[in-house]
T-cell receptor, first 110, second 116 residues
Framework: QKEVEQDPGPLSVPEGAIVSLNCTYS??????FMWYRQYSRKGPELLMY????GNKEDGRFTAQVDKSSKYISLFIRDSQPSDSATYLC??????????FGAGTRLAVHP | GAVVSQHPSWVICKSGTSVKIECRSL??????MFWYRQFPKQSLMLMAT?????????EQGVEKDKFLINHASLTLSTLTVTSAHPEDSSFYIC????????????FGPGTRLLVL
């Protein structure tokens, strides 16, 4: 079993749709959960950061962590074409290393 | 805040030459930086952890003599690809972890290397 599972997509949605991105993980020791956005040919950009279980909202973005199910989600409301990118979930492991999911490619079309 | 720069942003070189890539944290100190490589449509692969004042820690399968890392200060780490070959062509990305308690990791914009 992979340590992190993330559907690579691609996911195509119309402008204005609600987008749901998800990752599952197997290591119950993970406490820090992150979502990065990566545009083509650019470095990843930290989008959301959550410690332990619960929800966190920032503008159109909501991150959810369910530690009991080892499942994290990122919701994007009122999606825009500028949201088209690859979204990577990440978990902080030992020695502060980040363990990444495969990334989900999202395309929001007008 | 939390800006990480990389230089150069892209480089083309001949096979057999060495290439140095710089990673700088511009507005925070980073005792620990990380070097990744990324192939098209794939996720990031951690190559090594760079520690200021000590030797880098390499991931399994990464040749330390091939990919030399120097963490010269709290804001600068360099990756040198020695005797580069076409298979070293990739997108190299660094990240820097903010030294403040609970600090996050921030990524540079990446360096695209093409070895002819």
């Amino acid at each position: 079993q992979k340590e992190v599972e993330q559907d690579p997509g691609p996911l195509s949605v119309p402008e204005g749709a609600i987008v749901s991105l998800n990752c599952t993980y197997s290591n119950s020791a993970f406490q820090y959960f992150m979502w990065y956005r990566q545009y083509s040919r650019k470095g990843p950009e930290l989008l959301m950061y959550t410690y332990s279980s619960g929800n966190k909202e920032d503008g159109r973005f909501t991150a959810q962590v369910d530690k009991s199910s080892k499942y994290i989600s990122l919701f994007i409301r009122d999606s825009q074409p500028s949201d088209s990118a690859t979204y990577l979930c990440a978990f902080r492991g030992g020695y502060n290393k980040l363990i990444f999911g495969a990334g989900t490619r999202l395309a929001v079309h007008p | 805040g939390a800006v990480v720069s990389q230089h150069p942003s892209w480089v083309i070189c001949k096979s057999g030459t060495s290439v140095k890539i710089e990673c700088r944290s511009l507005d925070f100190q980073a005792t620990t930086m990380f070097w990744y490589r990324q192939f098209p449509k794939q996720s990031l692969m951690l190559m090594a952890t760079s520690n200021e004042g000590s030797k880098a820690t390499y991931e399994q399968g990464v040749e330390k003599d091939k990919f030399l890392i120097n963490h010269a200060s709290l804001t600068l780490s360099t990756l040198t690809v020695t005797s580069a070959h076409p298979e070293d062509s990739s997108f190299y990305i660094c990240s820097a972890r903010d030294d403040k308690p609970g600090g996050n990791q921030y990524f540079g914009p990446g360096t695209r290397l093409l070895v002819l």
